[in-house]
Nanobody, 126 residues
Framework: QVQLAESGGGLVQSGGSLRLSCGASGRSFRPYVMGWFRQAPGKEREFVAA?????????YYADSVKVRFTISEDNAKNTVHLQMNRLKPEDTAVYYCAAGSAYSRDLSSLVTYDYWGQGTQVTVSL
């Protein structure tokens, strides 16, 4: 079994920054993709960013966070980070880390991911 644990959430003012981290533990695990999703109250869970490992490392972003957010990995530590800059109140949500084992064309789809973390709250105040 694989466990994912997020950290780094909190309260920040609009325009500020936060860095989320997601550590993977459990059985030897070589994911194809790790991603970040978020869910605001009353809304569906939505894709934020993803990183894939094949012949090269590739990153993908939702349009709403492009330029402001950066996903990166520390493969030696089995950890993925999400650097969030220029945060806006509309970024307020619970952020979830997810991991998928198999290739998928749609990295924004929840069904691509086999494992999920418990989530970490990010609150951006005015």
């Amino acid at each position: 079994q694989v466990q994912l644990a997020e950290s780094g959430g909190g309260l920040v003012q609009s325009g500020g920054s936060l860095r989320l981290s997601c550590g993977a533990s459990g059985r030897s695990f070589r994911p194809y993709v790790m991603g970040w999703f978020r869910q605001a109250p009353g809304k569906e869970r939505e894709f934020v960013a993803a990183i894939t490992w094949s012949s090269v490392i590739s990153t993908y972003y939702a349009d709403s966070v492009k330029v402001r957010f950066t996903i990166s990995e520390d493969n030696a530590k089995n950890t993925v980070h999400l650097q969030m800059n220029r945060l806006k109140p509309e970024d307020t949500a619970v952020y979830y880390c997810a991991a998928g084992s198999a290739y998928s064309r749609d990295l924004s789809s929840l069904v691509t991911y086999d494992y999920w973390g418990q989530g970490t709250q990010v609150t951006v105040s005015l």
